[in-house]
């Protein structure tokens, strides 16, 4: 291997401050990861490599790639070793991290992948598959058993219940769970680590649908088992991790002495909450930084609401307005006053015993003022259609329920989306190059009478009772014509 390339026989050039905290070669794999992207490695990994510094146990993260068969292919030619750079407007400082002991895409490596999850080693499977890796029904929020992924799935392993090579990672939990229970039977604990409001339960939820769904002979024993032996705790993640740019790969190079084609890069500031319900031994990922609490809701709904709620409103917002960071739309003169704005609206839908909402507003501002980070709007804005439920939908719900009015930022920031979701004649995509698995259905949603676009838009979102909110659909609609014309129309 080449000693240009990061790997352990290149750990040796890199300055005494950017090598890792264990040895990497003393890592066991006690944890299965699906989704080998950014956020994964610059949150999860490093929580897990400075609990495996603190305990003295070193443990290993097998962290499986559902789509892209290079990043696996990537990730053994550096020997699972990769860099987090850690940005702020005083600098950046890249460490390699030492956490995976071993990469596997979903398909191509499914026995091996089966075998591991049925191993007694294994105690904890982690995931970050975003939202589109859930497969839910937009309206019911269950899993969609007529996503033509699904429905190739569950035909897979109806006909070959224990050896079903299936692509989705829903599947794969279902099938490998099972598996174990056929073979050790031990329990194991699968923790959802993506922006997902109860993502514990969302996850409980969709594996158990597609257990059900397959009619194995043995589908009720199974399902029995996994309400006593297998936890699904709910977890809140945070840290402003953007995708990896050509530019951030040169700057790790260019840092380390070394190529690292796995580097990410991401903020100072980083929070992981997790659920006390699990059911196997685990990491201790509270030596590594994390929290262990009884119940997240507070945390959870603190978090997207006013982080990812205030976050997709930016992005759309941003976009109209021609800019392209988070950081680039703090900088005009409305982009603060929209977070604070926006914080206060969504306050009086949050749980007691959360952080404090207009401190919490004045830490986001600060955060995405951040300009070492380039988080690109386009790729916030992309995939609205399953994000905003959480974000948004749930808040304009909570309002109506308390015979609260929806206020001018909410307004503002649902206008900017259906600005952004209008069709672009010369890419056939989205206006500003936002990509969606809706595109097609919100981009039919333009093509009736220009009143009553809103309200169609909100029937994509699954939310027909917010469509049929007059008030809301009528005031958002006025907003459209400023916001063509590049204008944020904030009060
Ligand atoms: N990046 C962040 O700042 C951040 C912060 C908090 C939480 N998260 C959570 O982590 C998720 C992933 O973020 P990321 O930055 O790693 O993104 P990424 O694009 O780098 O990685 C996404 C991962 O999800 C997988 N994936 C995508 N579509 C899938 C599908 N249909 N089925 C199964 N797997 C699929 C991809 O293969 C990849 O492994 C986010 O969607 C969010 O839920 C991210
Ligand atoms: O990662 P996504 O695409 O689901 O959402 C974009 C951002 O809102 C999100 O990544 C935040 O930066 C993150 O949730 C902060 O912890």
């Keep these: 291997m080449s000693e240009k390339l990061l790997g352990l026989a290149s750990l040796n050039r890199l300055d005494q401050n950017a090598r890792p905290l264990v040895d990497p070669r003393e890592l066991r794999p006690q944890v299965v990861h699906f989704g080998l992207g950014a956020f994964h490695r610059a949150h999860q990994a490093v929580y897990t490599e400075a609990a495996s510094e603190a305990t003295g146990q070193a443990t290993g993260i097998v962290a499986v790639a559902p789509r892209d068969a290079s990043v696996v292919q990537r990730a053994r030619e550096q020997d699972y070793l990769f860099s987090v750079t850690t940005r702020s407007p005083g600098g950046s400082q890249p460490r390699v991290v030492a956490a995976l002991s071993g990469a596997l895409h979903l398909s191509h490596d499914a026995a091996a992948l089966d075998t591991l999850i049925r191993s007694a080693e294994v105690s904890t499977i982690t995931l970050t598959v975003t939202e589109k890796g859930y497969h839910r029904d937009p309206a019911s929020g269950r899993l969609n058993l007529a996503d033509p992924r699904i429905a190739a799935d569950l035909d897979l392993s109806r006909k070959n219940p224990a050896d079903a090579v299936v692509g989705t990672v829903v599947a794969r939990l279902a099938v490998s769970l099972a598996n174990r229970l056929r073979t050790i039977g031990a329990p194991i604990d699968v923790v959802s680590c993506d922006n997902l409001d109860g993502n514990g339960s969302v996850l409980a939820g969709v594996v158990r649908e597609f257990v059900a769904a397959a009619g194995w002979a043995d589908s009720d024993k199974v399902l029995d088992w996994l309400d006593t032996s297998v936890g699904f705790p709910s977890t809140v993640v945070d840290r402003i991790v953007p995708a990896t740019s050509a530019a951030d790969l040169a700057e790790a190079a260019a840092r380390l002495g070394v190529q690292d084609g796995l580097a990410v890069a991401g903020e100072p500031y980083s929070q992981w909450v997790l659920q006390n319900a699990f059911r196997a031994a685990r990491p201790a990922w509270e030596h590594g930084g994390a929290q262990f609490v009884d119940d997240v809701a ?33 900088a005009t003169d409305w982009g ?15 749980p007691n015993g959360g952080p404090d909402p207009l401190r919490y507003a004045e830490s986001l501002v600060a955060r995405f003022s951040n300009n070492a980070i380039h988080h690109e709007l386009r790729q916030i804005g992309s995939d609205g259609s399953l994000k905003l439920p959480q974000r948004w939908v749930t808040v304009l719900r909570d309002l109506r329920e308390q015979a609260s009015p929806v206020g001018p930022n909410q307004t503002l920031a649902l206008a900017a989306w259906a600005h952004a979701t209008r069709p672009d004649a010369s890419s056939g995509g989205q206006l500003f190059g936002t990509t969606d698995p809706a595109t097609a259905a919100l981009a039919g949603c333009w093509r009736g009478s220009p009143s009553g676009v809103v309200a169609r838009l909100l029937n994509v979102l699954g939310a027909a009772d917010l469509a049929e909110d007059a008030d809301l659909t009528r005031s958002a609609e006025a907003l459209l014509p400023d916001l063509a014309a590049g204008h944020v129309p904030l009060q």
């Design 298 to 330: 507070s945390y959870q709904l603190t978090k997207l609401r006013l982080l990812n709620g205030s976050h997709s409103g930016l992005a759309y917002l941003g976009l109209a307005a021609g800019c392209r960071t988070i950081a680039d739309v703090l």
């Design 336 to 350: 603060a006053t929209f977070v604070r704005g926006y914080a206060a609206e969504v306050a009086a839908t949050l």
